[in-house]
DNA sequence: AGCTAAATATTATCTTGATCATATTTTGTC
DNA sequence: GACAAAATATGATCAAGATAATATTTAGCT
């Protein structure tokens, strides 16, 4: 033998983060091979090594994208503090602040995955899903009805608010995302007017 | 001289509308200047008479696809009929129902316009405001207090809603867009309760 | 130490697509 | 009907980038 089969994974496991950070911020066809190796320390032509091609790649860059989405970490040790509803909400919206170094793929990644095929959609909805479950799942505890809906509805407003506000040119973007804050906060404070409100 | 002033402007808006569709509907990078042409009809050599390059093209087909947006078009003569809130969510939300035809550029190149400069972006903000700005008019009419944050958070809403949809696969696809819409419809129509309800 | 196999690097190839140069067609004018 | 000017088409160039072939390094084994 020669190389220990865990440093080739860690290899690897490079390499799916160089290319999950940089898909997630520039999307699949901004984003070159050569790129992506360079930035997990190695030339393009180890690539070839560790994956069959770059959509290969892209596939298996989306789930550990997903998996590693700062929501789905720590699953159960943070349970008392980070699942704190508008911790989570502000972490989310905080994109371009302070949060640069994780986006999130579910605004960043939306435009190509729906061009992709079913692998990579589903990689994407199991995304959406768990984020969507992990706040139902706070919600519930909370005492809400209608937990699903109302965690649908926020994700759907927190995705589409920062794939917006990318779009936006400076001097708005910062006031659009803070009415955003406060009306996704309200929303979720009614959805809950029965129990503990949200902001405090 | 020879050709009609009007002639070339015919083709430049024949390039524009065609480059429009595509861009919408596939980004930026995955749309060729040879496939432009061709829906435009005419081969890729032509191009330069009209546009300077492709980035040139994309900036002018932004805009266009803006002032073409469907709830910009005719906005006074319909001013009883499609206006009416409710037909003008399910318009919305009936992309990959009945209108591919007349993709949003609002979720189709907010992506794109994300990763591109100020002139673009700014075309990109027009085009979210025309249609927030519709949408308060109507709900101002009816009464609506807060207007302006009810419609930018439909807005918001929709263009989630419409680009998360296209990123899932399809059974699932469908039902979020009916959760979707009933939910938006139902936000809409609290909004209203002092005045008459939107859906019925 | 030297061998082996895998990991990584270097270099070459091949395709695609933007841009450009040159030809051809078209239309209005005389 | 021929000419001029502009529009369009054809074909060439050029660069980028994915992939592949070949070379080199590395780490474990004996």
Redesign the interface.
Same mark, same amino acid.
């Given at each position: 033998m020669s190389y220990t089969a865990k440093h080739k994974e860690q290899t690897r496991q490079r390499i799916l983060h160089a290319a999950a950070k940089l898909f997630c911020s520039?999307?699949f066809?901004?984003v070159t091979l050569t790129q992506i190796m360079k930035k997990a320390n190695m030339t393009h032509g180890a690539f070839y090594a560790h994956f069959s091609g770059k959509s290969s790649l892209y596939e298996a860059a989306m789930q550990f994208a997903s998996s590693n989405a700062f929501w789905a970490r720590d699953d159960k040790q943070t349970e008392g503090k980070e699942t704190h509803i508008k911790a989570l909400v502000t972490r989310y919206l905080s994109w371009g602040r302070n949060d640069k170094e994780h986006p999130s793929p $579910?605004?960043?990644?939306?435009?190509?995955? /729906?061009?992709k095929e079913?692998k990579v959609?589903?990689a994407?909805?199991v995304c959406?899903d768990s984020l969507v479950d992990r706040l139902a799942g706070i919600l519930k505890k909370r005492g809400s009805q209608e937990a699903e809906?109302l965690a649908?509805?926020t994700v759907?407003?927190?995705?589409?608010?920062v794939?917006?506000a990318?779009?936006?040119?400076q001097p $708005?973007q910062s006031d659009f995302l803070k009415? /955003?804050q406060e009306?996704i906060v309200n929303r979720l404070n009614s959805g809950l007017k029965n129990s503990e409100p949200v902001e405090g």
């Open positions: 520039h999307g066809d901004r $579910l605004e960043f990644l939306v435009t190509d995955a /729906a061009h079913e959609r589903q994407y909805q959406f809906a649908e509805e759907v407003s927190l995705v589409g608010t794939a917006i990318r779009s936006f040119t $708005l009415r /955003a009306r």
